[in-house]
């Protein structure tokens, strides 16, 4: 098989990129090196040079979309209010799923059980102290209780993305939807404290 020259970045790119699209496609992390080379046309050995194996490769593509999400999330702005706070990180998350896909939410839900993610981990951690820890600070709850706060938050928009992805339903009423429902939840909160 005739292997295209690609620049070294190019082909990590490539890889990766192959890797999200299988992710993307089967739901699931459930492939191997030989199934990476049929996607992109090319040997093994080739993504060797690059990956140790797909774990290696999986927790690049984690990487990339942490880092994504956290630019995302860093452009919600500061708000005193905490409902506005909550509803433009909503917005935002909103965005990054549009925008990125859902392969994060099957690398984390799979990630465990397929090998080492961990330079994603350390990312991942960091983004979740600081987003539960603004929760728990600002509504003044218990960590353990911001935690959950946070995961019911981001079903919200996971949710509305699948819809949107779907065709289903128009992206006003997505960011209507979103706003509305976690401005709901959070002040509901703030009310039971």
């Known amino acids: 098989m005739p292997i295209r020259k690609l620049a070294a970045d190019d082909r990590v790119d490539e890889i990766v990129n192959a890797v999200e699209t299988m992710i993307v496609r089967s739901h699931t992390l459930a492939f ?3 199934q990476v080379a049929a996607e992109i046309a090319s040997s093994r050995a080739l993504i060797y040079v690059y990956f140790e194996g797909v774990p290696q490769i999986i927790d690049e593509l984690c990487r990339r ?7 995302r999330l860093g452009r919600a702005g ?4 905490v409902s506005t706070r909550a509803s433009g990180l909503g917005r935002q998350y909103l965005g990054y799923l549009l925008d990125h896909g ?27 102290r600081t987003v539960v820890g603004e929760a ?13 706060l946070v995961e019911l938050l981001m079903a919200i928009p996971d949710s509305l ?33």
């Open 161 to 193: 993305a699948q819809q949107l992805r779907n065709g289903r339903i128009s992206l006003a009423v997505a960011h209507e939807t979103c706003d509305r429902l976690i401005t709901d939840l959070v002040a509901d909160l703030r009310v039971v404290r």
């Open 102 to 128: 859902p392969a994060l939410h099957y690398i984390l839900r799979d990630g465990d059980g397929h090998g080492s993610l961990e330079q994603s981990r350390v990312l991942l951690r960091t983004l979740i």
């Open 78 to 81: 500061d708000h005193d209010d």
């Open 32 to 34: 191997g090196m030989n």
């Open 65 to 71: 979309h942490l880092a994504a999400l956290a630019d």
């Open 136 to 148: 728990s600070a600002r509504l003044q709850i218990q960590l353990r209780e911001a935690m959950i």
